[in-house]
């Protein structure tokens, strides 16, 4: 059963015993190095949560996968997921740690998702608004939803706060306005 406050309390974990071993940077590459591995071969994370699986054995076979592309810290932070039975949890304990790690520098993070590509100099321009308007530096996340059609919709990673300013969001507030109007 997933715990809903676990993810926070890993990160934030994580991200004090990278601090304490001064390797905050590595682990932090070592995650994303862990999120390729899992993107390429998804089985291994299945695998990972199989109860009847030793623990033993999925340890070994995370060593031998991932031997040399990430640091004793997340490695034995890893084997330590394996026995509190969390390996599925794992990219949102990655994604926990990230925002910690961003929060302790004071950077927020922030997704922004179009229809389309963003043009770089419109990226620019969004970054130094979204700079302005919260207040220090952010690490932004391009996304495509074609159920934007067009506009931008802006999510706040640290706070949860949205802004929405697509073509979707409008049509449907067009829709409720013309669903509740009187008919005379």
């Given at each position: ?108 993070p922030v997704e922004v998702q179009?229809?389309?590509e963003m043009q770089k100099r ?63």
């Amino acid at each position: 059963m997933k715990e809903p406050n676990a993810p926070p309390r890993y990160g934030e974990a994580l991200l004090n015993v990278s601090e304490k071993e001064k390797a905050v940077e590595e682990v932090l590459e070592g995650t994303r190095a862990i999120r390729e591995v899992i993107a390429d071969q998804p089985q291994l994370l299945s695998f990972l949560n199989v109860p009847q699986i030793a623990n033993s054995k999925k340890k070994d076979v995370l060593n031998k996968v991932l031997e040399g592309q990430v640091q004793s810290v997340l490695m034995n932070f890893v084997c330590l997921l394996v026995d509190r039975r969390r390996p599925e949890s794992l990219i949102e304990i990655f994604d926990a740690f990230e925002m910690a790690w961003d929060r302790s520098r004071g950077i927020h993070p922030v997704e922004v998702q179009t229809a389309i590509e963003m043009q770089k100099r419109l990226q620019t321009k969004l970054e130094k608004k979204l700079r302005e308007m919260c207040g220090g530096d952010v690490r932004v996340t391009y996304g495509l939803d074609e159920s934007v059609i067009g506009g931008v919709v802006i999510i706040r990673g640290d706070t949860g706060t949205d802004i929405d300013g697509s073509v979707r969001r409008s049509l449907e507030k067009l829709r409720d306005a013309l669903l509740s109007a009187p008919l005379n």
